[in-house]
């Protein structure tokens, strides 16, 4: 069992930055694929950003490829997700995901664990 906690989330201009974090709970967390989706008012969840038990590969949502960064930390159970150059359109709520085979794959029915999100406002 892995619990997953948000946080980092806020309002922001359009042009800002945040980072958000996700913390495990757990032993088994470097083993896990971790992805980041969204969901907006009156939309579905979307997927975001995924990186892969090692680290080594990352994947990005079209929209947001070249302005947001995912990474993590094995040895603090966490993972992050660096937004730059934010716009109104990427306000959400944003939820980190773990994957148990370690993927970290785009698709939200492969991941087993969900956090309870982080809202991110972005105002123009």
């Known amino acids: 069992q892995v619990q997953l906690v948000e946080s980092g989330g806020g309002l922001v201009h359009a042009g800002g930055s945040l980072r958000l974090s996700c913390a495990a709970s757990?032993?088994?967390?470097?083993?896990?694929?971790m992805g980041w989706f969204r969901q907006a008012p009156g939309k579905e969840r979307e997927f975001v950003a995924a990186i892969r038990w090692s680290g080594g590969s990352t994947y990005y949502a079209d929209s947001v490829k070249g302005r947001f960064t995912i990474s993590r930390d094995n040895a603090k159970n966490t993972v992050y997700l660096q937004m730059n150059s934010l716009k109104p359109e990427d306000t959400a709520v944003y939820y980190c995901?773990?994957?148990?085979w370690g993927l970290g794959v785009t698709a939200k029915d492969e991941y087993d664990y969900w956090g309870q999100g982080t809202q991110v406002t972005v105002s123009s």
């Open positions: 757990g032993r088994a967390f470097s083993s896990y694929g």
């Open positions: 995901a773990a994957d148990r």
